[in-house]
Nanobody, 114 residues
Framework: QVQLVESGGGLVQPGGSLRLSCTAS???????VGWYRQAPGKQRELVAR???????MYPDSVKGRFTLSRDNALSTVYLQMNNLKPEDTAVYYC?????????WGQGTQVTVSS
């Protein structure tokens, strides 16, 4: 059973930064990875994900502020979040997609508030 363990969430003031981490219990070298978020009363939405050829997709709401990266040797996916805004408040979930299936982390809370 693949496990994804997330960390790095917390409370931050507007304009601040956080880095989320997601470590898998198996190699992520042959996978696509991404981050999603879900705010109270809203649907889960894409924050960032990679695709074929190393391309990375970001929605306009986070473009230029968030950066997805990965370290295959550590089986870890990162989300660097800068210039955070109150509307970024949500539970953030990492997602790793192998040919064998789609796996999610348990979620980590990010709260942006003064």
């Amino acid at each position: 059973q693949v496990q994804l363990v997330e960390s790095g969430g917390g409370l931050v003031q507007p304009g601040g930064s956080l880095r989320l981490s997601c470590t898998a219990s198996t190699s992520i070298a042959s996978s696509y990875v991404g981050w999603y978020r879900q705010a109270p009363g809203k649907q889960r939405e894409l924050v960032a994900r990679d695709g074929a050829g190393g391309s990375i997709m970001y929605p306009d709401s986070v473009k230029g502020r968030f950066t997805l990266s990965r370290d295959n040797a550590l089986s870890t996916v990162y989300l660097q979040m800068n210039n955070l805004k109150p509307e970024d408040t949500a539970v953030y979930y990492c997602n790793v997609r192998w040919v064998s299936g789609d796996y999610w982390g348990q979620g980590t809370q990010v709260t942006v508030s003064s």
